[in-house]
């Protein structure tokens, strides 16, 4: 039995009604639904204009609205994009040759060598005790720069001696022979002895790899058990 009116139901009732979704006049909503079914059944048009999603024939496109909002920034004409080339990266440039790439930028290195007589001289006229620890850092750095860029002209030149050998040994008939990891490692070693030579550290190096290698050797040997 349906009542007329909402207010005459119970509160449980009303709230089971409110959680369905049936809150207003269970009347009303019968009239609705049957005004809903009968302009379901005569095939009424789409409330407001808008167009229905069902298509009438299947092979036909689907009508889609033109009432959509616009952009407010809209891409008329693509632009293409710009692509960065760097050419120490770029197959087009060649392949990179380092002598004559030493020999074209060598004034560098004398421009290195002429900045780092310029700190040595701030570093004496300097009286700050901050001044001389920054203008100390910078020596230092720079000192380093350049025994880096020695100890890799030092490597390189070892290495095309050793490949213009290899060289003269295959046009002389013998078997081609290519330079491996260890005999490269090697290479770079002398290098760096030939450094430190160079500059008068090589007694107080080879003192502290003695010692590092005494000390390794030192945990091998059997401890003295406590009686």
């Known amino acids: 039995m349906v009542r007329s009116d909402v207010r005459d139901l119970t509160l449980e009732e ?3 009604l409110k959680k369905n979704g049936f809150a207003e006049n269970p009347r009303q909503r019968d009239d609705s639904s049957d005004d809903d079914d009968q302009d379901h059944d005569t095939g009424d048009e789409e409330d407001e204009g808008q167009p229905s999603k069902k298509r009438a024939n299947k092979n036909r496109p689907r009508e889609m609205t033109s009432k959509r909002p ?3 920034f809209r891409e008329v004409l ?3 994009k710009k692509a960065t080339r760097d050419p120490r990266f770029d197959n087009a440039s060649g392949k990179l ?3 004559l790439f030493k020999k074209s930028y060598a004034f560098l290195e004398e421009y290195k060598e002429a900045e780092l007589n310029d700190v040595k001289k701030q570093l004496k006229k300097a009286k700050s005790a901050t001044r001389k620890a920054e203008l100390q850092q910078e020596l230092s750095k720079r000192k380093q720069e ?3 860029a020695k100890r890799a002209d030092r490597i390189r030149e070892a290495t095309l001696k050793r490949k213009r050998e290899e060289r003269e040994a295959v046009e002389s008939g013998k078997g081609a022979f290519y330079l491996k990891r260890k005999d490269k490692k ?4 002398k290098a760096k002895y030939d450094e430190l030579a160079e500059s008068g550290r090589l007694s107080k190096f080879m003192a502290k790899r003695r010692k590092k290698n005494a000390n390794k050797d030192h945990r091998w040997l059997p401890t003295q058990r406590k009686t």
């Not at 090697?186 to 070693?189: A, F, H, R, S, T």
């Open 186 to 189: 090697q290479l770079e070693l």
């Open 78 to 80: 693509q632009v293409r």
């Open 14 to 16: 009303r709230l089971k």
């Open 146 to 148: 350049l025994a880096e």
């Open 70 to 72: 616009v952009g407010r």
């Open 97 to 99: 040759n380092e002598d």
